[in-house]
């Protein structure tokens, strides 16, 4: 099974728009964490927000912040104010708390594309 | 700010060509990690490293070896290329936080990749 599900392919968004990319993800360890990367054209991977399972509150980070619903295992990303150069591929993460390794299972990833 | 890099970003090599890609970081992160990336695709892991002398095979299978002399050098090596190794590759790197303190202390940071394209 799909560890971490991203359904949108792709999104639009006007600028200073808000905007919601989706995540679900599946595992039966009560403790996980879940993060964000941006990937833009230029191909690397830039960590955006952090949710711990145990966090009481939603992680902000600036214009983004993390939707966090454990009992429906959703973990959306919220960009607030969007800019051009959000324009990006954008995955969701997780890491099991289980794994001494910390390996993190990726989801396919959501393209937002910010049009003026 | 991580510190992470990779050499080259982009190579276009010929089919049996040996080759090794560089990523070196200088936070003295002793997990690293390397993931491979085909265009529009999600990142597989294919190898990863708990410290000096030990590397491991991750779930994607490749034809790529590493070794970890150092801590802060992690080189993956293909031996003879291949078309089907045509891909973007990633390399990361995390602290090893204590099992009960792990969180966001544990975030991967990438290099910028290595487009790689084999003819």
């Known amino acids: 099974a799909q560890k971490i599900t991203q359904t949108q392919p792709g999104m639009f968004v006007q600028e200073k728009e808000a905007v919601t990319l989706d995540c679900t993800y599946d595992t039966s360890d009560p403790s996980y964490g879940l993060f964000w990367y941006k990937q833009p054209s230029s191909g690397e991977m830039i960590f955006l927000i952090y949710?711990?399972?145990?966090?009481?509150q939603n992680a902000t980070e600036g214009r983004y912040s993390l939707n966090f619903q454990k009992a429906r295992k959703s973990a959306n990303l919220v960009i607030s104010a969007s800019q051009l150069g959000d324009s990006a591929m954008y995955f969701c993460?997780?890491?099991?708390?289980?794994?001494?390794?910390?390996?993190?299972?990726f989801g396919r990833g959501t393209q937002l594309t910010v049009w003026p | 700010e991580a510190d992470i890099y990779q050499t080259p970003r982009y190579l276009v090599i010929g089919t049996g060509k040996k080759i090794t890609l560089e990523c070196s970081q200088t936070?003295?992160?002793?997990?690293m990690y390397w993931y491979q990336q085909d265009p529009g695709m999600e990142l597989h892991l294919i190898h990863y490293?708990?410290?000096?002398?030990?590397?491991e095979k991750g779930d994607l299978s490749s034809e790529s070896t590493v070794s970890r002399i150092r801590t802060e050098h992690f080189p993956l090596t293909l031996e003879s290329a291949r078309p089907s190794h045509t891909s973007q590759y990633l390399c990361?790197?995390?602290?090893?936080?204590?099992?009960?303190?792990?969180?966001?202390?544990?975030?991967?940071?990438f290099g910028p990749g290595t487009r790689l394209t084999v003819l």
């Open positions: 490293s708990y410290g000096v002398n030990s590397t």
């Open positions: 993460a997780m890491r099991e708390g289980s794994s001494t390794l910390g390996r993190l299972y």
């Open positions: 949710q711990g399972s145990y966090d009481q």
């Open positions: 936070m003295g992160h002793d997990k």
């Open positions: 990361a790197s995390s602290e090893s936080p204590e099992f009960l303190r792990w969180g966001s202390l544990d975030t991967q940071y």
